[in-house]
């Protein structure tokens, strides 16, 4: 609960000034465009009058406050995944030092009040914006590297798959995010959509501060039993890291670490293609109005909470039930995460005007993005549980470029026209980076443990298979690591 509330609260804070600056700016000083040609390069659907006619007016929003370019505005937002990249191997070393509990919560802390300061910052000079969006970014690039690093000490490997759904408080964050700020914004102005989430982020981490704990035996209100089974499944993996220093240079080293990172690239790509690019097209091509837009673009992430869930259930079950290895888990997930999506894309291009189908498979896209939670995410975890933060880190330093390069291409793509032939090419591209790093992860990607996990670089004499989940039989446990006496790997 504290881990899914936890991406919710920090995703809300960090895409609130999505739909803030909307408010926030004044309208660019052009006439209105009345003699649009309808032609088959748009779709110029009638929205629905549920969505136009029931829209509430905007007071002071309506004119906006601030004349900023859009290349200030550019600047405001890109400014956050900039210095978010950049913090992310710092996160993975401070939480080997100070712990999940001290970096995740802090982080936290530090973005909430960013958030509260964000309209006193607006008023003063958009340089401040961008300097408290920029240590947003920074502090939240921390969160990530920390609670993948707790994930090792409490989470048995045949439980995992389940737990690394609670991830999933991102989707959930960004598809409240829309809707409750177009409401706030609507009936109380653009300032107290940052007063809001800068005051859930603060609340939330007093619960935090009083509930989280860096390992089982840390916890004061534990049970025997419980404590008991979940170091008696972890016990061969984890060690005090603390006393460990981070193998840098073999983790750069490592191909099951880089084709992690190469992979997750394609699959932020394409996410992003959907957070970002995604209502524009919705708008230039498809016609909805801001109203349906928000409400559309917003649905399907909420319903890819559950499907999270779903995903990351029926790879546990395939894995205890020894269906499939490890290895092939992540990557069949993995596949379902970036490969079909990218190939998703391409079809919405091509089906045009056709509204109901182009939504269709759009929503289904947007679900199957979190089979990565089940997929190359959670294999993080599975080859090296002692520096899950750490790796986590080089795999986001990489794969969260595609962040802001995927809006950028975009953009480029559709900078003479928003045509549906200019958006085929952006999606078409898309479909080329989605399926093309994920061979990389095909060849390469791995669920065994790597030697550098250990100290020394040495595996345990014995390296135990998992401990069964409570209240299930032990026929049913899957042989998650396997030993290494046994040189072949599974494919």
Known sequence: MLSFSGFTVSFMMRN???????AMVKPPSTTSDTNVTVTSQYCYVTPSTSFTNNSTPIRLEDQGEFDWSPTIQSAISSSFYWCYILSQVVGGVLTQYFGTKTVFGGSQLITAICSLLMPSAAEIHYGVMIALRSIQGIASGLTWPAMYAIVGHWIPPVERSRFMSSFQGFSFGIGITYPLCGFIIAHFGWRAVFYTTGTIGTVWCLFWYFFAFDTPAAHP???QQELRYIQGSVVNQVHASESMPVPWSFIL???PAWSIGITTFGRIWVHYIFIISGPMYMKTVLGFSIQANGVL???????????????????DVLMTRQILSLTNVRKVFTAFSQVIPGIMLVLIGY???NIVLVLVVWFIAVTLITA???????????????FAGPVLAFAQTIHMTASFLSPIVAGLLTEKSQTLDAWRQVFGVTACVACGTYIVYQIFGTGDIQAWNYPDQKYPQSIQEDSQPLN?????????????SNTSEEA
């Open 372 to 386: 990565a939670y089940a997929g190359a995410m959670a294999n993080i975890v599975d080859i090296a549980p002692n």
């Open 253 to 255: 080293r490592s191909w």
């Open 16 to 22: 609130d000034i999505n739909i803030a600056m909307v």
């Open 472 to 484: 299930e039989s032990p026929e049913k446990n899957g042989k998650i690591v396997k030993s290494r």
């Open 351 to 353: 089906l045009g005007c």
């Open 297 to 315: 673009s917003g649905l399907p992430f909420i319903c890819s909470y559950f499907s999270s869930v779903a995903f990351c259930y029926i790879a």
């Open 221 to 223: 209100r534990i049970s």
